[in-house]
C-alpha cells in the first residue's frame, strides 16, 4: 500500500454516513475498511473530511487550442482538479474543431502534453460544426473520441441529425446536444421573459430549445440511437424527456449547477456575468428542472464550465459571448444549498456528479470500491468561505456567484493515486 487514507467520512452503498480507511496502491484502491494496517504507506489524514470518488463533468470548454486566452488545457484541468474533478470531457468548438483524425490528434497531444487530470475529448458531428458535412464518425471513435457534439450551436437540419445518429449508433456511440433552432433565437441575449422586456434586450424563446429536443427524441427513436441532452433549461425540454423515457427511447439528459440554483429574477442589472446559453429561464422552469433530476428525467450534473475573459464580458449583456465558469464552484454551491438545507442527501449529490455519469457514458470510474481507479477528493464540509473569482486558477473569472457563501471546499484531489491538487499548496 502506498497511501492511506485514516478515519475519513464517506458515503456507503445503502446511502448512509459511514467513517472508514481507503488504501491506494499504485494507481488503485486497493483496500476500503477501518483501522486498516499502514505498514509503510504514507498516512493522509481524513479526520473531519468527506471522501468523494473524484467527479466527472462531460461537459466543460478549455477553449485550447484556439481559445488561449480564455482558458488552456493546464488551466482548466487545474480548475477541474481545484474543484474536485478527476475526469472532464471537453467541448470541440476549438479552433481547429477536432472534426478529422489530424485535428483529433492534434487535440490529444495537447491534453497528453499539458492535462493534470483525465480529459476524454468530444469529437464534432459535422466538419467545423458548421452542420453541413458530417464528419467521419467510425475514425474519430478509433481515435479517442469520447462521444459526438456539436456543442456551442445545435445541428440545424433534421436529417444531418438523423444520418449523424445512424451512424453513431452503429458504433455504439452517443449523440450529446446543444439544442437550439436557430430561427427561434430571435438575436436573443436572455430569456424571452420578464427580465429581457425589463432591461430592453432581446429574449430567447424556451421552444427555441424544447423543439429541437422534442424533435431529436424522435430521430433517436428511429434511429435506435443514445441521444444525450446538454444543459437543459426549460420544464418544457423536462416533460419531452420524460415523455421520451417512458416511450422507451434512449434519451439521457443533464442539468448544470446556475440552471438548478438561478432564475431570470436573479438578474438585477445589464451584466454579463449572467449571461449563458441556455439562459436562465423562470421560477416555473427551474422547478421542474429540480423536480426533473430528483425523478429521474434529468440523469446528472454538468457545469458547462465556459471561461471568457474580463474584457470580452465588460461588454453588456447584448453583445458579450454566453457562459460562465463551473468548475471550481459546483460542489460547494450545491452542498451549501441542496444537501445543507436537507433538499437532496449526500449520496443523491455524489452520484449525481460522479457514477451517475459514469453510467450513462459507460465509464469505469466514479465509484469507491476496491480495484477501482484511485481518483479520489477529499472536502472539508465544515469549512465556510466566500466564492471569490480573484482566487480562480482557471483564467475565467466569469460567474454569477462571486460572493456567496458556501460550505464544502475540496481540500486535496488524487487522481489515479497521485494528489494533483491540494488546498495551500
Ligand atoms: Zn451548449
Known amino acids: 500500500m502506498d497511501k492511506l487514507i485514516q478515519g475519513v467520512q464517506m458515503v456507503s452503498e445503502s446511502g448512509e454516513l459511514i467513517i472508514g480507511d481507503v488504501g491506494i496502491t499504485g494507481n488503485l484502491i486497493s483496500e476500503i475498511g477501518n483501522e486498516l494496517n499502514a505498514g509503510n504507506a504514507e498516512i493522509i489524514n481524513g479526520n473531519g473530511l468527506f471522501l468523494s470518488p473524484g ?54 497531444d495537447l491534453i497528453a502534453k499539458n492535462a493534470l487530470i483525465r480529459v476524454l475529448p468530444y469529437a464534432s458531428i459535422t466538419i467545423r460544426q458548421a452542420g453541413k ?41 452517443a449523440v450529446v446536444a446543444h439544442c437550439e433552432d436557430n430561427s427561434l433565437i430571435y438575436g ?65 439528459a443533464e442539468v448544470s449547477p446556475h440552471h438548478l440554483l438561478l432564475s431570470e429574477n436573479d438578474i438585477t442589472k445589464d451584466n454579463a456575468d449572467w449571461k449563458m446559453n441556455p439562459p436562465l429561464r423562470g421560477q416555473d422552469d427551474l422547478e421542474a428542472l429540480r423536480a426533473g433530476l430528483l425523478d429521474g428525467t434529468l440523469d446528472f450534473i454538468a457545469t458547462d464550465h465556459a471561461p471568457h475573459t474580463a474584457e470580452e464580458k465588460a ?33 443523491q449529490l455524489i452520484d449525481w456528479m460522479t457514477s451517475k455519469p459514469a453510467d450513462v457514458f459507460n465509464l469505469p470510474y466514479g465509484k469507491l470500491e476496491v480495484g477501482a481507479e484511485a481518483d479520489l477528493v477529499l472536502i472539508d464540509l465544515n469549512k465556510e468561505q466566500k466564492i471569490d473569482r480573484s482566487t480562480f486558477v482557471s483564467l475565467g473569472k466569469n460567474t454569477p456567484f462571486d460572493g456567496w457563501d458556501c460550505f464544502g471546499w475540496p481540500v486535496t484531489t488524487i487522481y489515479g493515486g497521485k494528489v494533483v491538487w491540494e488546498d495551500g499548496k
Not at 69 to 97: D, F, Q, W
Not at 215 to 242: F, M, N, P, Q, W
Not at 317 to 345: C, D, H, Q, R, S
Request: charged share 20%; proline share 5%; glycine share 10%.
Open 315 to 347: 461588454v453588456g449583456m447584448k453583445t458579450a459571448p454566453f457562459g460562465i465558469t463551473g468548475l471550481e464552484t459546483a460542489f460547494p454551491l450545491l452542498y451549501t444549498n441542496f444537501v445543507k438545507e436537507g433538499i437532496w442527501t449526500m449520496k
Open 133 to 173: 458535412e458530417q464528419a467521419n464518425l467510425a475514425e474519430l471513435k478509433e481515435h479517442g473520441a469520447f462521444a459526438f457534439t456539436d456543442d456551442g450551436v445545435g445541428v440545424q437540419e433534421a436529417g444531418m441529425m438523423y444520418e449523424a445518429m445512424q451512424a453513431a449508433a452503429k458504433i455504439n456511440m
Open 188 to 252: 436573443g441575449a436572455l430569456h424571452e421573459g420578464t427580465k429581457n422586456k425589463e432591461l430592453g434586450l432581446p429574449g430567447i424563446p424556451s421552444i427555441a430549445e424544447s423543439v429541437h429536443i422534442a424533435r431529436d427524441i424522435l430521430l433517436a427513436e428511429a434511429a435506435g440511437a443514445h441521444y444525450h441532452v446538454c444543459h437543459v433549461s426549460t420544464k418544457e425540454s423536462v416533460r419531452v424527456i420524460r415523455d421520451g423515457k417512458k416511450a422507451g427511447v434512449h434519451v439521457t
Open 55 to 108: 467527479f466527472i463533468d462531460v461537459h466543460v470548454h478549455l477553449r485550447q487550442p484556439g481559445g488561449e486566452h480564455k482558458e488552456t488545457i493546464e488551466s482548466g484541468t487545474l480548475a477541474a482538479a481545484k474543484g474536485g474533478y478527476t475526469t472532464i470531457c471537453p467541448m470541440p468548438n476549438t479552433r481547429p474543431v477536432p472534426d478529422t483524425i489530424e485535428t483529433l490528434t492534434l487535440v490529444n
